[in-house]
């Protein structure tokens, strides 16, 4: 499995993004994560293939995870930006159930991040 995120940038405080992932092989479970300088990984969404979604308590109401049809490419809409959401945003999966948000170790997937910096 081969996970490439895109879409990142910079952003004003405000504004908003959207993250792509492409997706090759097959994944139950997908997941965003994002990681600030000096904190921990932390969950954003997940989605499982019938389309359930899972949001950190913080985060609903501004970010929306997605995926196509295929589930070839996984999105991450964010509305709303503030410097605090700014940091490296990955893409993750797994092959097996429990789509939990709590734990890095659960996905043995993952792209090579893509930045997003919210600043004016």
């Known amino acids: 499995v081969q996970l490439v995120e895109s879409g990142g940038g910079l952003v004003q405080p405000g504004g908003s993004l959207r993250l792509s992932c492409a997706v090759s092989?097959?994944?139950?479970?997908m997941a965003w994560f994002r990681q600030a300088p000096g904190k921990k990984r932390e969950g954003v969404a997940s989605?499982?293939?019938?389309?359930?979604?899972a949001y950190a308590d913080s985060l609903k109401g501004r970010f929306t995870i997605s995926q196509d049809n295929t589930r070839n490419t996984l999105y991450l809409h964010m509305n709303g930006l503030d410097p605090e959401d700014s940091g490296m945003y990955y893409c993750?999966?797994?092959?097996?159930?429990?789509?939990?948000?709590?734990?890095?170790?659960?996905?043995?997937?993952w792209g090579q991040g893509t930045q997003v910096t919210v600043s004016s």
């Open positions: 993750a999966a797994k092959p097996s159930a429990l789509c939990t948000l709590r734990s890095t170790a659960a996905y043995i997937y």
């Open positions: 092989g097959y994944t139950y479970c």
């Open positions: 989605i499982d293939p019938s389309g359930n979604t």
